[in-house]
């Protein structure tokens, strides 16, 4: 039988990233609770949710790799939350302007022996300085009422920032392609490349 690699979300953003590596794969959404509990730090809810995303998963399908995946955007130790609305959108992106904010993406592996490994890539985001009609206009033209922080840094949201620091670009999509593959690695896991 072979084995089978299975990623816990139904985000198509995460799926996008997950091929890049030239994996076989499916997709599969995790329906878990992430709120998060009493002075959680976000780092820690970050991943605490990747963990119970991928054992979610893993739970029903206990012979697969399953892969869970999180992110937490926090500015000076306050989680943000996806905005729903344009008017939450604009204010937040008004909050974050000319600040530094700290995006937390947490990623698990879930192994068929029942052992789960996962790690934390933190990134900090430091945005220009926008002018209330500079941030009306990019809601407008982004998609960005599901993101948390208001952006979606793989589309326009790019040209709000004005440094980003961490060791792997891909958690500010919400899946940090570098450490997939050493989860991979550390757990041994078969080959799952495609065959092209």
Same mark, same amino acid.
């Given at each position: ?26 997709? $599969?959404? /995790? &329906?878990?609770?992430? #709120? ?13 949710? +990747? %963990? ?14 399953? $892969?869970? /995946? &999180?992110?937490?955007? #926090? ?13 939450? +959108? %604009? ?16 990623? /698990? ?88």
């Amino acid at each position: 039988m072979n084995a089978r690699l299975i990623l816990a979300s139904g985000s198509r953003f995460k799926r996008a990233e997950l091929q890049r590596l030239g994996l076989r794969f499916e997709s $599969i959404n /995790a &329906d878990v609770d992430e #709120s998060a509990h009493d002075h959680e730090p976000p780092h820690t809810l970050a991943q605490r949710l +990747a %963990i119970k995303k991928a054992e979610f998963v893993a739970q029903a399908h206990p012979n697969a790799y399953v $892969i869970g /995946a &999180d992110q937490v955007v #926090s500015l000076e130790g306050e989680q943000l939350h996806k905005p729903v609305t344009k008017e939450r +959108a %604009i204010a937040q992106l008004a909050r974050l302007q000319g600040k530094t904010h700290d995006i937390f993406c947490a990623v /698990a592996l879930t192994c068929p022996d029942g052992t789960t490994l996962s790690e934390v890539v933190h990134v900090k985001m430091t945005m220009r300085a926008l002018t209330l009609h500079q941030i009306q206009a990019y809601v407008e033209e982004d998609h960005v009422l599901d993101s948390a922080g208001s952006y979606t840094i793989e589309a326009g949201g790019i040209r709000l920032f004005k440094s980003m620091q961490g060791d792997d670009y891909t958690a500010i999509i919400g899946l940090p392609l570098t450490r997939v593959l050493d989860l991979l690695e550390d757990a041994q896991a078969p080959d799952f490349s495609q065959e092209f």
